[in-house]
């Protein structure tokens, strides 16, 4: 039996999914889309996950689309048609990403290319290994950045710095990416794991229906203007503020103790 592609683990309320093509640098086919897709959707439905980690197994994160893959080969026409593999994998593992009810961080320990570039910026945090790297790599085969990265990078870089990579598929190195606020933290290689898993669970142990609100709210503002995004605000609190969570933070809060959340 062929070993999964995708790798589960649990460590209390957190999971670790893990990107098992070590061979290939962890490049997308179809059937690993698949088995990607159902574990974002079984820890999606399991209720004592309660944040998530992605990383990639041997020496890199995801070096993007597995040009060799079926899914590209050429159609009756001679052509390939990139858009229905966008609309039949990429489409929905960002938007699935994205949609998470628990909070998401990508641990990068190697390359991250292409669409495995945009995979994990589309978590809510990124932490990479010192000796990973980042690369907008489509200008080098003539396509436009997918899985999001037409949305994420000049959100997160601005236009000037998201051209820059887009255009010449430069090579990032993890500290640069640091320092120029595309992700969170760089860390050094044998930190990595321990790093994204004590992060992951101090996040397990917050409120995270409150912090997958966060990551929606972020998202919806960044197509409002003021006004907007304040009654956007009203709605969530609103909201929030009928959950269990925020009563339990109160009370811990005024009794001094520490807080036990469990809204999900």
């Known amino acids: 039996m062929p070993e999964a592609l995708i790798l589960v683990a649990d460590a209390g309320p957190v999971r670790t999914l893990t990107l098992n093509r070590p061979a290939a640098l962890n490049s997308f086919t179809g059937e690993m889309h698949a088995e990607l897709r159902a ?24 070096a993007g689309q597995d040009l060799n893959d079926p899914g590209m080969a050429p159609g009756a026409d001679g052509k390939v048609d990139i858009g229905a593999v966008i609309e039949a994998n990429y489409r929905p593992l960002a938007l699935r990403v994205r949609s998470m009810p628990v909070p998401v961080i990508a641990a990068v320990n190697g390359v991250a290319a292409g669409a495995g570039a945009n995979l994990a910026l589309g978590c809510d945090l990124v932490i990479a290994a010192r000796s990973a790297s980042f690369i907008q790599a489509f200008s080098k085969i003539g396509l436009i950045p997918d899985c999001g990265g037409t949305w994420l990078l000049p959100r997160l870089l601005g236009r000037a710095r998201a051209l ?10 993890a500290e640069e990416a640091a320092r120029i606020g595309l992700i969170w933290q760089c860390v050094d290689d044998s930190a990595l794991a321990d790093t994204a898993q004590s992060l992951a669970q101090r996040l397990a142990a917050m409120p995270v229906k409150a912090l997958a609100a966060t990551r929606a709210a972020l998202d919806a503002s960044a197509q409002m203007g003021m006004a907007d995004a ?32 469990k809204d999900r």
């Open 39 to 62: 574990a974002l959707d079984e820890a999606a439905a399991t209720a004592g996950v309660r944040a998530l980690v992605i990383t990639g197994a041997g020496r890199g994160f995801c």
């Open 230 to 261: 304040l009654t956007l605000e009203a709605d969530v609190q609103r909201e929030l503020g009928r959950q269990a969570d925020f009563a339990e933070g109160v009370a811990a809060f005024q009794q001094k103790r520490t807080p036990v959340f």
């Open 164 to 173: 820059g990579l887009a255009l010449t598929g430069d090579k990032l190195p």
